[in-house]
């Protein structure tokens, strides 16, 4: 576990630190419940950051917050240093070019193949021919370690790994520059999650990507988070390295990141080592 910290460190010091997400005083509230308050957090060029809490915390609604699918109550989300509270759509279209983002259930169109659900961004953002489209098509599948053939099935058809396999081909079908994963190994098996958190690593490291990653499993943070922030009664209670937070005397971070759950995640972590 050591090395594979200080490897990450050594790798983090060689890049630029400057600022693809910034969050500030963001505050998200529907009515009287209070989802978010006084949230500020970074996410640094080239790492991967993975946001976690309890079930219900606002995880995923912050996530929504910085792709503009909700607007917050108050505070600023920049993305790429731009302010993105208040784009509309056409002034908002830029900047998701610049992002892939893959859901947690995939949201995958039933009626289309994957071929056919890579192929649709590249058809809606781009001026490609259909030849290049497939071509194109076909390397983000094979990227993402799907067998050729499935590119002609239907989302139905996958197991649930292929799916968020072929939910993350389109998401780096524009060869983004950052990545949002909401839940990327949720209702998979040891061993299909253990091949996404593989993935993920080989894409982060093959295309240079920023990663910012929600998350409840605790392995997938120990095998490919660089830095975790820690969400709970709508404040980032802590934000450090996994090493860090577990040795966090904050009870509710100690709790999450040094109880039963978290030791097993860390001693399997090392004997991998």
Known sequence: MASLQNSRA?????????????????????GAAVVHEDVSLTVRQGETFALVGGSGCGKSTLLRAIIMLLRPTSGSIKVFGQEVIGLDDEQALPLRRRWGVMFERGALFSSLTVAENVGMV???????????????????????????????????????????RAALARAIALDPELL???????????????????????????????????????DSLWRVADR?????????????????????DHPVIREYFYGPRGRAASEQTWKKK
């Open 10 to 30: 050594q790798n983090l010091r060689t890049q630029d630190f400057s600022a693809v997400i910034d969050i500030c005083e963001l505050h998200t509230s529907y």
């Open 180 to 218: 949002f994963l909401d839940e990327p190994t949720a209702g998979l098996d040891p061993f299909s999650a253990s091949g996404i958190d593989e993935l993920v690593q080989s894409l982060h490291e093959a295309l240079g990507l920023t990663i910012m990653m929600v998350t409840h499993d605790l």
């Open 228 to 248: 975790v922030g820690v969400l709970d009664g709508g404040r980032i209670l802590g934000v450090g390295s996994m090493t860090e937070l577990s040795q966090s």
């Open 122 to 164: 590249l058809r809606e953002h781009t001026q490609l021919s259909p030849r290049l489209i497939a071509e194109v098509v076909a390397l983000k599948i094979a990227l993402t370690g799907l067998p050729a053939d499935a590119a002609a099935k239907y989302p139905s058809e996958l197991s649930g790994g292929m799916r968020k």
